[in-house]
T-cell receptor, first 111, second 114 residues
Framework: QKEVEQNSGPLSVPEGAIASLNCTYSDRGSQSFFWYRQYSGKSPELIMF????GDKEDGRFTAQLNKASQYVSLLIRDSQPSDSATYLC???????????FGAGTRLAVHP | GAVVSQHPSWVICKSGTSVKIECRSL??????MFWYRQFPKQSLMLMATSNEGSKATYEQGVEKDKFLINHASLTLSTLTVTSAHPEDSSFYIC??????????FGSGTRLTVV
């Protein structure tokens, strides 16, 4: 079983819609969870992080964490074509607080 | 904000030669540096973790004698790909963690071995 799992997509949504990205993780002891966006050929950009169960909102983005279900999600409201990218879920685990990435979900927002 | 400068951004080398990639934390002390490799259409795979002044810890399947990591100071870590071969062609990215949490990524190095 992979440590961090994501649906590779592509997830295609129309402009203005809500995009929902999901991630599950295997280490029940994980405490910190991150969402990154990566454009082709570029380094990941942090969107947001979440530590506590529940929702965390930042602008058009909402992260949701459910530690009991080992599930973390990212909602993007009012999706824009510029949001088209690969979204990476990352979980801190193991020694040295390693950041372990999922395979990423490709999001395509079409006009 | 915290910045990690990674150089070079791209490099082409001949098979059998070595390539060094540098990552510098410009405005903070990087207690730990992580090195990742990313093949096309795949995710970031952690190669190794290094702490300043100590030997790097490599992930399973990563050859420590081929990928030499040096973390001599709190602001500089280097990855040297020794005797590079075409299968080492990839996107290499460093990430620094700092006291208090947070991870800052370098801009990445595109390595092409011909």
């Amino acid at each position: 079983q992979k440590e961090v799992e994501q649906n590779s997509g592509p997830l295609s949504v129309p402009e203005g819609a809500i995009a929902s990205l999901n991630c599950t993780y295997s280490d029940r002891g994980s405490q910190s969870f991150f969402w990154y966006r990566q454009y082709s050929g570029k380094s990941p950009e942090l969107i947001m992080f979440i530590y506590s169960n529940g929702d965390k909102e930042d602008g058009r983005f909402t992260a949701q964490l459910n530690k009991a279900s080992q599930y973390v999600s990212l909602l993007i409201r009012d999706s824009q074509p510029s949001d088209s990218a690969t979204y990476l879920c990352a979980v801190v685990g193991g020694g040295y607080n390693k950041l372990i990435f999922g395979a990423g979900t490709r999001l395509a927002v079409h006009p | 904000g915290a910045v990690v400068s990674q150089h070079p951004s791209w490099v082409i080398c001949k098979s059998g030669t070595s390539v060094k990639i540098e990552c510098r934390s410009l405005d903070f002390q990087a207690t730990t540096m992580f090195w990742y490799r990313q093949f096309p259409k795949q995710s970031l795979m952690l190669m190794a973790t290094s702490n300043e002044g100590s030997k790097a810890t490599y992930e399973q399947g990563v050859e420590k004698d081929k990928f030499l990591i040096n973390h001599a100071s709190l602001t500089l870590s280097t990855l040297t790909v020794t005797s590079a071969h075409p299968e080492d062609s990839s996107f290499y990215i460093c990430s620094a963690s700092r006291t208090g949490g947070g991870y800052t990524f370098g801009s990445g190095t595109r390595l092409t071995v011909v």
